[in-house]
């Protein structure tokens, strides 16, 4: 081969060896395998949603952690026999049963065309099914990369140290979050998730009985707003309570989250932090004033988020059940 050829060879592979490393995703990767595939996806998730609103919180957070463990691989969809799967962790546990039970439908509706029967992901239908709780809960209706493999992986294990804690600071959620690929403003902007959605109380309880030995109450909570928290959260609450991320507007994909931040309102101290620290305050500042500036921000991250870990080729395969490995 002519040096020059050579030289042009090596390049390509190296460039496609680059960019394998964050896989080839492609929002048109259906067009000739299933072209209707996102018409499927929307209205299974359309008739889910008008059973019930938690379909919304429950599929957006679901997709979160199945994101961050183990890339974007429908791993935290697969049951195991002897609960040692991600879903059986602690930190998967809350995850709502209407979630898995969207991509369930989703996927069905999905397989009843014998052009797309087996032939879309797990991975990628919950990614779709995200997109369609946003623009149905008044978010931003965005494109959606797809071309994700389902992981033939889930275990307990992946998930610890893997998840974001509510109890996190703004360098541990920095550290998280970049780890995956993703800025500080992505993060702020994906937190904007939580203007949707439920907290059990012991995520926060902490921050409205004993925050410190001097202090029982957090002092960047609104002292009001604590007081009403303590009142749906006493001590010995069932542990089923759930309360509103947003109290604003709890069923809206608004930014009413980032003007609940400025004043205290924040229900988890992950959530205030955002704006107690002056690093990330400017950017709650601008979400809370720029509803425009909040969507582009989250769509870029959450697009980014989708490529977090994905699988091609032999590193996965497209699940039949979402529930079970081939
Ligand atoms: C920044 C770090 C984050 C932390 C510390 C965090 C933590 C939490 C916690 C503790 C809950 C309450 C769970 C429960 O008690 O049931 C929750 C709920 C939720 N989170 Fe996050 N989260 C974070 C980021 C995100 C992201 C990036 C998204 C998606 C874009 C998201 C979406 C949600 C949603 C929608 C809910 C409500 C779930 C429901 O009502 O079923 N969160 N989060
Ligand atoms: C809001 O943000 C958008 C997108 O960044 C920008 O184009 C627009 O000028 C901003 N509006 C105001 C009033 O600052």
Redesign the pocket.
């Known amino acids: 081969m002519e040096m020059r050829y050579r030289n042009l060879f090596v390049l390509s592979v190296v460039l496609s060896l680059v960019s394998t490393a964050s896989a080839q995703l492609r929002t048109d990767y259906y067009k000739n395998i299933c072209p209707n595939v996102e018409q499927y996806v929307r209205d299974a998730v359309a008739q889910k949603f008008q059973q019930t609103f ?1 379909t919304a ?2 599929t ?2 679901l997709y ?1 952690h199945d994101c961050f463990v183990r890339g974007c691989d429908a791993s935290v969809l697969l049951a195991s026999p002897n609960n040692k799967a991600e879903k059986d962790h602690p930190d998967d546990l ?1 995850l ?1 049963g209407d979630g898995f039970d969207t991509v369930v439908k989703a996927k069905a509706a999905v397989d009843l065309d014998p052009r797309c029967r087996f032939k879309v992901s797990c991975a990628d239908i919950l990614a779709l099914a995200a997109r369609e709780v946003v623009a149905l809960t008044g978010g931003p209706r965005y494109p959606v990369e797809l071309g994700r493999l389902d992981g033939r992986i889930s275990t307990i294990a992946s998930v610890q140290h893997s998840l ?3 109890g ?1 600071n703004l360098d541990q ?1 920095n550290t998280m979050f970049s780890s995956h690929g993703l800025t500080q403003t992505d ?1 702020i902007s ?2 904007g ?2 203007t ?5 109380c012991g ?1 926060f309880s902490r921050r409205i009985y004993k925050f410190s030995p001097t202090k029982r109450i957090d002092p960047t909570l609104n002292p009001a707003y604590a007081l009403q928290l303590r009142q749906m959260c006493p001590l010995n609450v069932n542990p089923d309570v ?1 309360i509103q ?1 947003d109290p604003t507007s709890p069923q809206v994909f608004d930014n009413a989250y980032f003007k609940n931040l400025q004043k205290g309102m924040g229900l ?1 101290a ?1 959530d205030q932090v955002l704006f107690t620290d002056p690093r990330s305050k400017d950017t709650v500042n601008l979400f809370a004033s720029n509803t425009t500036a909040f969507y582009e921000a989250f769509v870029t991250g ?1 697009t980014k988020l989708g490529r977090v870990g994905v699988k091609t080729g032999r590193q996965g395969e497209i699940r039949r059940d979402c529930t079970v490995v081939n």
Do not use: C, D, E, N
Not at 196 to 200: A, L, M, V, Y
């Open positions: 938690v919180p429950a957006l957070r979160f809350s709502a974001p804690q509510p996190f959620l993060m994906l937190s998730g939580h949707i959605g439920f907290s059990h995520k759930a991320l988890l992950s959450i």
